[in-house]
């Protein structure tokens, strides 16, 4: 029986994945920032949920909900860094203030919650740390440039975290989804207001961010599926470092290697040559 802490447990992968391994039997610290958010998952788990209120971007928040958990439970073995929301506006249109709420939800909450479990899981020397990226962590796409911004930066550290503590019995896996009915382009997301829209980008972020839009609850991720991945890869033994979910983001992270290999091998020589020898 594993112990979970998860953040932003009240819709999408967050709520599936706690279902989820509520149904292996494990028990489940689950975070929302209303206590009534959580209150279903309450009726399915019963004791073995600990509903906390968590907004991943107040330090007294993170510290008082992790210190229960590890109060309540004794330990957590599986941190499900959940929590985040998206932003659709080309880089040039983007609001700095709706910009900068991203990156404290998506990048400093995660790395907040990450730390505050740390000593725990180092005096324990076992745990996994479940860090919820994108296809997006990994390329590109108009509209969402700031969102990749914030996922490229989960990725960075997570890669840099994982080196640091698989000495110490530590794991960490990358969660890559492509598109899921999990509800993130659709209230989740903010976009670009009106007054800021800037009509040469509409080919490119103006039909990318309609097209998220009109593809909400249509996407062809299924998350109860994705939760029983997620599920399978917290009690495995030798988890990989990333997991791509879904088609796109598989093909997608494959595709984005050939593209990189393509760009730089004409210019080989040159990029050698900076060194000294």
Same mark, same amino acid.
């Given at each position: 029986?594993?112990?979970?802490?998860? /953040?932003?447990?009240?819709?999408?992968?967050?709520?599936?994945?706690?279902?989820?391994?509520?149904?292996?039997?494990?028990?489940?610290?689950?975070?929302?920032?209303?206590?009534?958010?959580? *209150?279903?998952?309450? &009726?399915?788990?019963?004791?073995?949920?600990?509903?906390?209120?968590? @907004?991943? #971007?107040?330090?007294?928040?993170?510290?008082?909900? *992790?210190?229960?958990?590890?109060?309540?439970?004794?330990?957590?073995?599986?941190?499900?860094?959940?929590?985040?929301?998206?932003?659709f506006a080309?880089?040039?249109?983007?609001?700095?203030?709706?910009?900068?709420?991203?990156?404290?939800?998506?990048?400093?909450?995660?790395?907040?919650?990450? !730390?505050a479990l740390?000593?725990?899981?180092?005096?324990?020397?076992?745990? *996994?740390?479940?860090?919820?990226?994108?296809?997006?962590?990994?390329?590109?796409?108009?509209?969402?440039?700031?969102?990749?911004?914030?996922?490229?930066?989960? $990725?960075?550290?997570?890669?840099?975290?994982?080196?640091?503590?698989?000495?110490?019995?530590?794991?960490?896996?990358?969660? $890559?989804?492509?598109?899921?009915?999990?509800?993130?382009?659709?209230?989740?997301?903010?976009?670009?207001?009106?007054?800021?829209?800037?009509? @040469? %980008?509409? @080919? *490119?972020?103006?039909?990318?961010?309609?097209?998220?839009?009109? &593809?909400?609850g249509n996407?062809?991720?299924?998350? /109860?599926?994705?939760?029983?991945?997620?599920?399978?890869?917290?009690?495995?033994? !030798?988890?990989?470092?990333?997991?791509?979910?879904?088609?796109?983001? %598989?093909?997608?992270?494959?595709?984005?290697? @050939?593209?990189?290999?393509?760009?730089?091998?004409?210019?080989?020589?040159?990029?050698?040559?900076?060194?000294? #020898?």
């Amino acid at each position: 029986m594993a112990i979970w802490l998860i /953040t932003g447990a009240s819709r999408g992968f967050g709520r599936e994945v706690a279902l989820e391994a509520l149904r292996r039997g494990d028990s489940v610290a689950a975070t929302a920032r209303t206590l009534d958010a959580l *209150t279903d998952l309450v &009726e399915v788990g019963g004791d073995r949920v600990l509903p906390l209120v968590l @907004d991943v #971007t107040d330090p007294e928040q993170v510290t008082a909900a *992790t210190s229960r958990a590890l109060e309540h439970f004794g330990r957590i073995d599986v941190l499900f860094n959940n929590a985040g929301i998206g932003y659709f506006a080309a880089v040039e249109e983007s609001d700095d203030a709706e910009v900068r709420r991203m990156m404290e939800i998506n990048v400093f909450g995660l790395a907040a919650v990450t !730390n505050a479990l740390l000593p725990s899981m180092r005096a324990h020397r076992s745990g *996994t740390v479940l860090n919820v990226s994108s296809v997006g962590g990994v390329r590109s796409f108009p509209a969402v440039g700031w969102y990749n911004a914030s996922k490229f930066a989960v $990725e960075g550290l997570s890669e840099a975290l994982q080196q640091e503590v698989v000495p110490l019995g530590i794991r960490v896996v990358l969660i $890559e989804p492509s598109g899921f009915a999990t509800d993130w382009a659709g209230s989740s997301a903010a976009e670009v207001t009106p007054e800021r829209v800037i009509a @040469d %980008y509409d @080919d *490119t972020a103006g039909a990318q961010r309609r097209a998220f839009r009109s &593809e909400v609850g249509n996407e062809p991720g299924d998350p /109860t599926r994705a939760a029983s991945a997620i599920v399978d890869i917290a009690h495995d033994d !030798n988890p990989p470092l990333r997991l791509p979910l879904g088609n796109f983001a %598989y093909d997608g992270l494959l595709d984005k290697l @050939d593209t990189v290999r393509a760009d730089i091998a004409p210019r080989e020589q040159l990029s050698r040559s900076a060194d000294r #020898t």
